[in-house]
């Protein structure tokens, strides 16, 4: 079995805390974890209907029987659950890591599950592989085209399922059970080209104008259904760069999607060579990278810290962690060979942060060091610290 690489962070938590909750998208593990990590606890899913109607029907009756705890998965669809296990928490205050909860849309966006386990629960969000996961597994050596094509989903790799056969599947289960579940919408034909219509933004800054009239709905709507790809673990928004944090929200943020084999199946992508030379595989490799980024932080029970950055002069990076320390820029670029011209976003940072200590190159070729540049191969990800 791949180790998962938040295993160390959820046993510290589990030592800490009344509950763990593990969040993340559809499918990325987060169940096989629980059960791994917790063998002993009673397994109880919220996908079987018959325990649906025993949780909502008598919510006290239902948790009296796991008042030794109990891996409650899927727990999104009874939230109405989390607020009487307050009661069974605060009924025995030294004990911890009692209830593992999983759930693939994001709880932390729901204002009253964070007020009544707040100081109770920690979570965690847990994507699907990250390539560092992978190494040492026998998928460490497969080519940077077809590590894009596959994504990261588990099942995909366990079960040897082709991408072509994955994830037109998962989309459409996504579509009639997620989507719904979280807004009823009547239209599910134009969500689904609402999706393509952002996979061909991927890497792009969001015009939610230009979304709204290639998808033929308008830009509330647009809004709206943007709310639902980031509370299910499709997509997010990485948010442009500045010192003050409140401008943070009033520019427009670049789009990318929590897989890149979602991504390329949404392109309708089927090999590698697709891929390859698809127009949009400098931004799939710069999705890839930032996922890498994004796993590392949340793997260990951080929140992102990962935005970008652009003057109105053209100068931009296509990545800042910001650190407590420092803000560190990464320019992510596909090529094989080094050009002086992938400095000059970073020389510009440079000049007019002259605090800055590091910084970084990641693209597809060999690396070395340049100045005060660390040049990285993409493999070498892992030797950046966020």
Known sequence: MIQRGASTKIKQLAKKFPAVGLLGPRQSGKTTLAKEMFPKKPYISFENQDNILLATKDPRAFLNQYKSGAIFDEIQRVPQLLSYMQGVIDAQPKKVGLFIITGSQNLLLLESI??????????????????????????????????????????????????????????????????????????????????????????????????????????????????????????????????????????????YFYDTGLCCSLLELETESHVNTHPLR????????????????????????????????????????????????????????????????????????????NSYVIFTGKSSGIDKTDLLNWKEIGLIKN
Not at 125 to 141: A, R
Not at 327 to 350: H, M, Q
């Open 114 to 255: 964070t007020q009544t386990l707040a100081g109770r629960i920690a979570f965690i969000h847990l994507l699907p592989f990250s390539f560092s996961e992978l190494v040492g597994s026998k998928f460490e050596n497969q080519s940077l085209n077809k590590l894009i094509l596959n994504g990261g989903y588990p099942r995909l790799y366990d079960k040897k399922i082709n991408p072509v056969d994955f994830y037109p599947n998962y989309l459409l289960t996504y579509v009639e059970r997620d989507v719904r579940q979280i807004k009823n919408i009547t239209n599910l034909a134009m969500f689904q080209r609402f999706l393509k219509v952002c996979a061909s933004r991927v890497g792009q800054e969001v015009n939610y104008t230009s979304i709204g009239n290639d998808t033929g709905v308008d830009q509330k709507t647009i809004l709206s259904w943007f709310g639902i790809l980031e509370a299910s673990f499709i997509a997010f928004r990485l948010q442009p760069f500045y010192n003050n944090l409140g401008k943070r929200l009033t520019q427009m943020p670049k789009l």
């Open 282 to 357: 400098g931004a799939l490799f710069e999705n890839l990278i930032i996922l890498e980024l994004q796993k590392a932080r949340f793997n260990n029970g951080q929140r992102s810290n990962l935005f970008y950055w652009r003057d109105r002069t053209g100068n931009e990076i296509d990545v800042l962690l910001d650190q407590s320390s420092q803000v560190v820029p990464i320019e992510i670029k596909t090529a094989t060979t080094f050009t002086s011209d992938y400095l000059k976003g970073i020389n510009y940072w440079r000049k007019i942060n002259p605090q800055t200590k």
